[in-house]
């Protein structure tokens, strides 16, 4: 298959093409700077630009035929207080987190409505089902991003093209040297403190990248997609049901003492 991964200069973006590369698949990898790799083709892409969007789709077709699968993997994380956030940081994040992966999926569309077939995996969180402390704008992106995956389901199904929400939960990577962190005004700074550090030890004891791969491979292998896909550690994956079911009142009482807000 021909394969477009958006986000592959590092973490599960690399590890994603990589894995597919030596699979045999052709895999295009975009992010903002050129990676070296023997298993897959580097096209140093702003995927928040649409013109450089177009570009890399175009240069993609030069030499395939069909686009079967893209992978929206290219995001960053947002840390902070909703009170403390700017305009600034949280245009940035939805220019990236929601913008760019519809640039992507508009770039390949028509390549895939042309060969009546098509994937696209738009990689989310286990926090876009719910509003994290000190991470609400992050779990906004990404909800907003599974509410424009929805609604394409509808719109792009008459042409054999599936698309899903990959909702993922803490991943070993180096997330956290990339996230936006706003300043934190005195009356959050002890609390958020708190939760930050057991935000980064989460993402420690995340699930390897290499596991998020295995579990694509598979998804790719079926032939229809729920519009939803959970996949972590089962602390974490097990909150989405429980957010279904339990009183809200309940519910963030648990949620409180998963993040010792109690």
């Given at each position: ?15 994603l093409a990589e894995y ?9 990898g975009l992010s903002r ?216 009142g309940t519910y963030e ?10």
């Open positions: 298959m021909t394969i477009i991964i958006t986000g592959t200069s590092s973490g599960i973006g690399f590890v597919f590369g030596k699979k045999g698949h052709k895999v295009y700077k050129h990676t070296e790799s023997q298993y897959f083709r580097s096209i140093p892409t702003d995927v928040t630009d649409n013109t450089a969007v177009q570009n890399a789709i175009a240069e993609v077709l030069k030499t395939e035929s069909r686009i079967d699968v893209l992978i929206n993997n290219a995001g960053m994380g947002m840390v902070g207080a909703v009170e403390d956030s700017t305009k600034e940081d949280i245009l940035k994040l939805f220019n990236l987190n929601l913008v760019g992966a519809v640039q992507m999926m508009s770039a390949v569309l028509p390549k895939m409505r042309e060969h009546k077939f098509g994937k696209i995996i738009n990689i989310s969180s286990i926090g876009s089902e719910m509003g994290l402390p000190f991470r609400g704008f992050y779990s906004a992106s990404k909800s907003a991003l599974d509410k424009v995956t929805e609604a394409m389901r509808y719109e792009v199904y008459p042409w054999n093209i599936n698309v899903c929400s990959l909702h993922l939960g803490d991943i070993k990577t180096n997330i956290a040297e990339n996230r936006v962190k706003t300043q934190v005004s005195e009356p959050y700074k002890n609390i958020f403190d708190k939760v930050y550090t057991l935000m980064n030890s989460h993402v420690g004891d995340g699930t390897e990248p290499l596991e998020v791969a295995e579990y694509v491979e598979k998804l790719l292998d079926k032939n229809k997609w729920k519009a939803h896909y959970y996949f972590g550690k089962f602390g974490q994956k097990i909150g989405v049901p429980l957010k279904w079911i339990l009183p809200q009482n648990l949620m409180k003492k998963y993040n010792k807000l109690d």
